[in-house]
């Protein structure tokens, strides 16, 4: 069976928590709300997006106004801003590493799939990434099989060792994914969680970059020491 490095992609490859701070204000703004610092988005932030505004105290009928036509007022505002957002520290090293020693980079994740690839492309990294996972339209998104199920089938599709996969993302969904595939968790913070958060789901290995995640990956024998 094969190792792999899988890989949550907003908040974790992708350094867009501003953008999407950004985009969460615009919406607070056009309802009449304050907006909020970035320390209240770590707080309060999950997914589906739903939960988030409905922690943020959203009604309702303001939720189904920010979801309607395909949340059209979400996509329009953050996607803009995301085209400008820069890779997190240290992530185009470890993705490249990855691909020079022949480990497989898998992109898990909640967003589109158009877009994402659009953002592979525009930083060069296209190549470094086996797979992406993830949703295949506005209408689709948050519906149908979770992160979680779609790793676990494209696994076993495609015979990866879960004791030497790892999943790394800034979320506790990525800590909980990893309880029930038996994976190697890391949590990254700086992405759309805050620490305590974090520290709280009990990853295998908390890091503050993709530079504290070479070592790791070296000790635990995914990567030659180079």
């Known amino acids: 069976m094969k ?14 928590a501003d953008a999407l701070l950004q985009t969460t204000n615009t919406i607070l703004g056009r309802l009449g709300r304050a907006a909020i610092d970035m320390q209240t988005f770590r707080d309060h932030f999950d997914v589906p997006l739903s939960v988030f505004f409905r922690n943020l105290g959203m009604s309702q009928s303001e939720i189904e106004t920010v979801d309607s036509h395909d949340s059209a007022i979400f996509h ?9 957002a ?4 240290g992530a185009r090293c470890i993705l490249e590493t990855a691909r020079q020693q022949h480990v497989s980079s898998i992109i898990v994740s909640n967003h589109i799939v158009d877009p994402l690839i659009t953002q592979l492309r525009r930083h060069g990294i296209e190549d470094c990434v086996a797979e992406v996972l993830a949703f295949e339209s506005r209408a689709t998104q948050y519906k149908g099989i979770s992160k979680g199920e779609r790793l676990r089938l494209y696994m076993r599709a495609y015979n990866l060792d879960p004791s030497s996969t790892f999943i790394v993302g800034d979320m506790p ?11 190697i968790s890391v949590a990254i913070t700086g992405g759309f969680v805050s620490e305590t958060r974090l520290r709280a789901a009990q990853p295998d290995y908390l890091i503050e970059d993709h530079h504290k995640l070479l070592p790791i990956l070296q000790e ?6 180079s």
């Not at 949550?8 to 350094?15: C, M, Q, R």
């Not at 969904?173 to 994976?183: H, M, N």
């Open 173 to 183: 969904v990525e800590t909980d994914i990893a309880r029930e595939l038996g994976l």
């Open 220 to 225: 635990r024998g995914l990567f030659q020491n």
């Open 86 to 89: 820069d890779l997190r520290d």
């Open 76 to 84: 329009d505002t953050y996607e803009p801003l995301a085209s400008k």
């Open 3 to 16: 190792p792999a490095l899988v890989f949550d992609w907003n908040g974790t490859l992708l350094d867009d």
